[in-house]
């Protein structure tokens, strides 16, 4: 693999993977098929793109770094078949990327400055995801397949499951990293449900109710969703107003939204 010679830059989150144990692993996980619409999210050095390269005609990339995206202009394995979006990856037009084609399988180890903004970007166009592959802080992946009642289960938690099937894949030490961040990481498999086990009726209102029910955590249901939801109205469902939010499950936090 060509060697990458300038340094990660603090300001993009870069943390750049080189571990090829853990490459293996999570390429294994998603079962590549050459057919497939892959979008890498922060190519880097190209830890994980080289070995995508080898098996698909086509990756797209997204890319800010000007210094990357000019060493990956110079790489013959790239020519042809890498496609780079220069821009923030907060600003990819998902919808336009997939265009009439099938649906973006999405893969990356996401900055750390930006991986919950990135996730909500990709929620909210997932009819355009087939699934996605990710590596982020062990404590983000930590929240998103947390269960109810435990101190990492959050509003993370709670929209994230409500879109998607999530499997916690693997933990990695700051040594598979150059340079070495100070946490450990981990890599979550997320795909969109094809039929999700719970509805909301407004999923708008139903992401402002978990957002308010998590603002205090400390406080009951009683105090935390006063004005939205009254406690007769939460005992019609079930649920406890003595409650706290933590302790709910996405199908609770739907039924209360679809009160």
């Known amino acids: 693999m060509p060697r990458y010679e300038h340094q990660a830059k603090k300001r993009f989150g870069q943390h750049f993977l080189h571990d090829r144990n853990v490459i293996d692993k999570m390429l294994r996980a998603i079962n590549l098929q050459t057919t497939d619409r892959v979008v890498e999210i922060g190519p880097g050095p190209g830890a994980l793109t080289f070995p995508l390269l080898e098996i698909l005609p086509r990756l797209d990339v997204v890319e800010i770094d000007r210094d990357v995206i000019a060493w990956w202009q110079q790489q013959p394995q790239a020519q042809g078949k890498l496609h780079i979006h220069a821009q923030d990856a907060l600003k990819l037009d998902i919808p336009g990327l997939r265009g009439e084609g099938d649906r973006l399988r999405i893969v990356g180890n996401l900055p750390y400055n930006i991986s919950t903004p990135l996730i909500f970007h990709f929620l909210r166009h997932r009819q355009h995801i087939r699934d996605m592959l990710f590596m982020l802080q062990k404590e ?66 139903f992401a402002d109710l978990v957002a308010q029910a998590f603002s205090q955590r400390r406080k009951t249901l009683r ?25 709910l499950t996405v199908a609770d936090f739907v039924n209360l939204a679809n009160l």
């Open 223 to 247: 105090n935390t969703l006063k004005g939205m939801v009254t406690a007769e109205q939460m005992e019609s469902v079930g649920i406890d107003p003595q409650r706290r939010a933590e302790t």
């Open 140 to 205: 983000v992946v930590d929240r998103i397949t947390a269960e109810p009642d435990s101190s990492d289960y959050s509003r993370l938690s709670v929209m994230v499951q409500y879109y998607c099937d999530t499997h916690y894949l693997l933990k990695i030490g700051p040594g598979a990293f150059s340079p070495p961040p100070k946490v450990d990481s981990a890599v979550v498999y997320l795909q969109p449900w094809a039929t999700p086990p719970h509805v909301a009726n407004d999923p708008e209102h």
